[in-house]
């Protein structure tokens, strides 16, 4: 695009994506939108090995390495260096980041906040965490210049407890299956032999209810519980005290070797409450697995009628997955792509924030 805008990206731990969502959406954003001649510029905590990344610029920002201040003390950082380098919109990820939106408002730049989930519900903070990301959804609704919520249920939250209007963009994923399987030979799986479970390992996404109720499913596939965080020591211990020579727990896996076990698992469990519109899921989604996700309005929603819903039951519905018939099996695989492909492509949704970027520039 000729005349492209200079646009920030703000909030997330940087790109290369190898952390979670956010990482991954401001990857797959920034460099969509910096293949179509916008001169985008990442924020990152970790100092990049290059000045650029597929033709995104890298602008690393010192933080603090805390539980509780690591996001905010870099956003902070982040901020203060994008006013002194001016772009022509600068978009926040994370609702604890609300606060700083105001800032480029000030200098004359719109922000973009993009709030996620409601992550005030998530176990691993404390009091004085899920208070300030309670504020946080209250000043969202009047300092950015405009919000973005992914899931519908979000945007539903905020019109019927704030009365802020929000604009809808979900996330993306790509579709289609990788044919490589050096991952899974490397873990010691066979294709369409395991389970496949991935997230960061904390409380609310339940990996340890995902790997006790797979202890009492008679098969002999595999289990491969894919996934770290770096504030849950005692929850991981807890997961990964089993016998069960079936589980497989490599920790976090990114990049092809991901791609790699989305493509080729028996089914995949999601097993996460909190949060909009979780990237794992419609990732593997994409890529025609088989899906089994909990129940939450957030996650039906993503899945719609591709996937197994479950709730206290995952061991019974797992059962229930090794018990279909192939043909009943990949009519929810076929049904999971081509519902990524209509309602969660990339490049829509790159479109959908230059058409956004766009209106609040006006």
Not at 229 to 235: K, L
Not at 285 to 299: F, H, I, K, Q, S
């Amino acid at each position: 695009m000729a005349g492209g805008w200079r646009i920030a990206i703000l909030g997330t731990r940087g790109i290369p994506a190898n952390y979670g969502g956010f990482e991954t959406f401001a990857e797959e954003l920034s460099t969509r939108l910096a293949g179509r001649g916008h001169a985008v510029t990442v924020y990152c905590r970790e100092r990049p090995a290059q000045a650029s990344y597929r033709g995104v610029r890298l602008q690393h920002c010192p933080t603090i390495r805390h539980k509780y201040l690591d996001t905010i003390a870099h956003t902070f950082v982040s901020t203060l260096h994008l006013l002194a380098h001016r772009v022509d919109v600068a978009l926040y990820c994370n609702g604890a980041n609300a606060i700083f939106t105001v800032a480029p408002r000030l200098f004359g730049m719109p922000s973009v906040l993009n709030v996620d989930g409601l992550e005030r519900k998530r176990k691993k903070w404390n009091r004085a965490a899920k208070a300030w990301y309670l504020v946080s959804e209250w000043l969202a609704t009047f300092l950015p210049s405009e919000v973005v919520t992914d899931a519908r249920a979000i945007q539903d939250y905020y019109r019927q407890r704030y009365g802020k209007r929000t604009t809808f963009i979900p996330y993306g994923a790509e579709t289609g299956k990788v044919a490589s399987t050096a991952a899974l030979e490397e873990l010691g799986l066979e294709p369409e032999r395991y389970f496949l479970y991935v997230s960061r390992m904390e409380p609310e996404n339940h990996a340890l209810e995902v790997r006790q109720a797979f202890e009492r499913v008679r098969t002999d596939m595999k289990l491969a519980l894919i996934g770290d965080a770096p504030y849950a020591r005692d929850y991981i211990r807890q997961v990964r005290d089993t016998r069960d020579p079936r589980i497989v727990m490599p920790g976090a896996i990114y990049g092809q070797g991901y791609h790699e076990l989305d493509s080729h698992c028996f089914a995949y469990i999601h097993a996460t409450e909190v949060g909009g519109t979780h990237p794992a899921l419609i990732e593997a989604m994409g890529r025609g697995a088989l899906v089994l996700y909990r129940d939450t309005p957030e996650n039906a929603e993503a899945a719609g009628d591709a996937g197994i819903p479950f709730r206290d039951d995952l061991a019974e519905k797992m059962e229930g997955a090794l018990a279909m018939s192939e043909a009943e099996r990949d009519a929810l695989r076929r049904r999971a792509s081509e519902r990524v492909a209509r309602d969660y492509c990339w490049d829509a949704v790159a479109t959908a924030y230059e058409d956004l970027f766009r209106s609040i520039m006006k």
